[in-house]
């Protein structure tokens, strides 16, 4: 059983999978941060299949970009699942669970998350599937001014923007209007039952969350994400 963990944004949730099928999940929207709700979640969801830590084969946990608190959460939690139960740590950037399930439509697909400060992170993917380019944090409008063919957007953070990507791109713009975060967790589970097939798994120490920016305190809001590369 695979484990997998998506605190990317206020949508958040777990769910537990096999090598075929999610078989189980829960999804919530967070008005403060991830702190109280997930491990009551994850517990009530291993109790649920009778299950402990230690009979996971492995913890999926989405990465980011995201905001500090919510991904500091779920990568607690994770690492410390993964180290008290000696289980694989799967990371698996947000931009590419949410563009997962467009990759193989024939078309490029931009998967979009919001970065705030009227702002998006943004990655682009190729007819192939790869990342045609580095993922950006930029406004809208920047992002779409590169657009020069028929592409698919996608993901939570295009739901403020479909106005505009219409505007500005017309027919060249073929928007998923609907964006749901159980969605992304089971294209985490996918991503992480892919991995853990192939027998990769990530540092326990060494990984660390895309996050959009560093918390203010001590000093001014910075950019502080490392693009996850192809």
């Known amino acids: 059983m695979l484990l997998s963990i998506d605190t990317s944004t206020r949508y958040a949730g777990v769910a537990l999978s ?3 099928r999610v078989l189980s999940c829960q999804t919530w929207y967070s008005v403060t941060n991830h702190t109280t709700q997930l491990m009551p979640a994850v517990s009530e969801l291993l109790a649920g299949s ?6 996971l084969s492995g913890i999926a946990v989405a990465l980011g970009p995201g905001g500090f608190s919510a991904l500091r959460v779920g990568m607690s939690v994770a690492k410390g699942l993964a180290l008290a139960a000696q289980k694989p740590l799967l990371g698996v950037g947000t931009l590419e669970l949410e563009a997962l399930p467009y990759l193989e439509a024939g078309f490029p697909v931009c998967a979009m998350l919001d970065a705030g400060r009227r702002e998006v992170a943004s990655a682009y ?3 192939s599937g790869q990342r045609a380019r580095e993922d950006l944090i930029c406004p809208p409008e920047e992002l779409l001014a590169g657009i020069t063919q028929q592409t698919i957007f ?20 073929v928007v998923v209007t609907h964006s749901s975060p159980a969605s992304r967790l089971w294209s985490l589970a996918e991503m992480g039952r892919r991995r853990l097939g192939s027998g ?3 540092d326990l120490t060494a990984l660390q969350p ?21």
């Open 125 to 127: 993917f190729g007819v």
């Open 200 to 202: 990769e798994s990530d």
């Open 50 to 55: 009778r299950l402990t830590p230690r009979d």
């Open 18 to 20: 096999d090598d075929e």
């Open 154 to 173: 996608c993901g939570e953070g295009i739901l403020p923007w479909i106005p505009l990507i219409k505007e500005q791109l017309g027919p060249l713009a």
């Open 210 to 230: 895309y996050y959009l920016r560093m918390p203010s305190i001590g000093g001014p809001k910075r950019r502080d994400w490392v693009p996850q590369q192809s």
